[in-house]
């Protein structure tokens, strides 16, 4: 997929960012773009929810274990999700990353 960005002069200083960013990291433009987008958009959701976004999860199964959750008092929701299977560890630390729980 490709995509093109159009800005002005005035956003010069956020491409110069993303430049920065991206050599710093050793990371593709397109990769920090696309990792601001993802944090900015996410930001406020539930690590479920996020799961549920990229498509490691169906809501049917979210549902399911918010109800094991209930059941289960303190006991985080990603420890039920990989009892069960339903999620991988690296999916669900990615939605924690993106959350802001975890370093990414």
């Known amino acids: 997929m490709q ?3 159009y800005y002005t002069e005035e956003d010069q200083y956020l491409i110069d960012k993303v430049e ?3 050599e710093t990291h050793r990371k593709s433009k397109s990769a920090v ?3 601001a987008l993802e944090r900015y958009l996410e930001q406020n959701r539930r690590v479920g929810e996020i799961l549920c ?3 490691r999860l169906e809501p049917k199964q979210l549902q399911e274990a918010l ?3 209930k059941n289960q008092k303190g006991r ?5 999700l990989l009892a069960e299977d339903m999620v991988r560890s690296q999916d669900l630390n ?3 990353a993106i959350q802001g729980k975890v370093n990414s």
Request: cysteine-free; aromatic content about 0%.
């Open 3 to 5: 995509m093109t960005i």
């Open 20 to 22: 920065e960013e991206a």
């Open 33 to 35: 773009i696309l990792t």
């Open 53 to 55: 976004d990229m498509g």
């Open 67 to 69: 109800e094991k959750q």
């Open 76 to 80: 985080k929701l990603g420890e039920i």
């Open 94 to 96: 990615r939605a924690l």
